[in-house]
């Protein structure tokens, strides 16, 4: 329990939708005090670029192109953490469904975003939530594999400020989940108040 906390800095969280090629990461500014919940950042990245970005070529010519990509996504992840400093990382957790390769894939994943975790703040745990969580939090059924009722969830919502007018309606699945994966585990924190 946080009891009586008084300090105004707000809790930060990144939310991540992983994938191998394509990374949604968002940030949400958490008011432990009001529980005013504030969307500041949500972007796509994508492994390809990152690449080049990172200067990680030579990576796909020794090793091949998945773990070039998963090296750029790290390395990409590690510079977030460092720029917006989050106190809480939370991250949708791989799901074992009809694709067994996807899955496995998403498991590499994950042990790159707790590298990327461990090298902001080893003492700092990855958080994750199963995607039914998720979905059932913004009033979408767990079974639903429709993204735009993701979209419409997290349009509804009356305690997601926007001040940054960030176009939630144009953003990408992976934006949106990264979105709601932040957004669940604040009001995780809000409803239970408690953090770590």
Known sequence: ??????????????????????????????????????????STYTATQLIRLFHLQWISQVHGDRIARLKAHEE?????????RPHE??????YLGRFPAAYAALVECMSVIRTAVMRYDFRMPLHTLDPPTVK???????????????????LRLPDLENPQRIPIELLDEHSI??????YTRARYVTQCNRYG
């Open 1 to 42: 329990m946080l009891g009586d906390y008084t300090d105004p800095t707000p809790l930060r969280i990144i939310g991540i939708d992983p994938g191998t090629e394509t990374l949604g990461v968002s940030v949400l500014d958490v008011s432990l005090t009001t529980n005013q919940i504030v969307l500041q950042y949500v």
């Open 136 to 154: 059932t939090r913004l009033g979408v059924s767990g079974k639903s594999g429709d993204k735009t009722l993701m979209r419409e969830g997290l």
């Open 76 to 84: 990409n992840l590690y510079s977030l953490f460092t720029t917006f």
């Open 177 to 182: 989940d990264a979105m709601a994966v932040a």
């Open 89 to 94: 990382i939370v991250s949708e957790s791989p």
